[in-house]
């Protein structure tokens, strides 16, 4: 990911992780910093940004009436009328 303008970001890290940040860049010759933003591109391409596929089933079985959560009963009890004239 190549950002043209970097914005400064603190975080708190435990003293192991600061530590293998350290050595790893002196080992890859790469400051701290970039190893992170290295890291944070990762995740980001692992991670899914996009909205949770399960939200696609919401309103899936849409009835098309548009005050059906108000007066489900009312739709109930006429549908069990017509049911008990058949």
């Known amino acids: ?3 043209s303008h970097k914005k400064p970001f603190q975080v708190y890290l435990y003293e192991e992780q600061l ?6 860049s002196k080992k890859r010759g790469a400051s701290i ?6 890291s944070i ?5 692992q991670a899914p940004l ?8 919401v309103g899936i079985g849409s009835s098309g009436i ?5 007066r489900h009963d009312v739709y109930l009890a006429e549908e069990e009328e017509r049911d008990n004239r058949a």
């Open 1 to 3: 990911m190549s950002v």
């Open 19 to 24: 530590e293998a940040l350290r050595l790893l």
């Open 33 to 38: 910093a970039e190893l992170v933003r290295q």
């Open 41 to 45: 591109d990762r995740f980001i391409e």
């Open 50 to 57: 996009e909205e949770e596929p399960l939200w696609g089933i």
């Open 66 to 70: 548009g005050d059906l959560s108000e």
